[in-house]
């Protein structure tokens, strides 16, 4: 066996961006050991990407899709609602 088949190293998942306007591929990724993880920072970069789109007044649906080499993972996502109550 050579050391390339004996190292395989913790897979690479990509945490693509969208909204109603746009979308953001994620063509970097990051290494993560295991499923857990994957989620925790699928959450995590989806109340990020709230907080962002507050500045712009990002309204709809926000979401953040997981994929790996072999194709999707998870998708996490929110949809934003503004309503002000008539006086």
């Known amino acids: 066996m050579t050391a390339t088949a004996e190292f395989q190293g913790m897979p690479r998942f990509y945490f693509d961006y969208h909204d109603c306007n746009e979308v953001i591929i994620d063509d970097v ?11 925790r920072l ?5 109340g990020q990407a709230i907080l962002d789109g507050a500045s712009r007044n990002v309204l709809g649906q926000l979401a953040i899709e997981v994929r790996d080499a072999a194709g999707p993972v998870l ?6 609602e503004m309503e002000e109550p008539r006086r």
């Open 42 to 46: 699928a959450l995590e970069s989806l």
């Open 75 to 80: 998708r996490v996502s929110a949809t934003i």
């Open 29 to 39: 990724g990051y290494d993560l050991s295991d499923r857990l993880a994957v989620r």
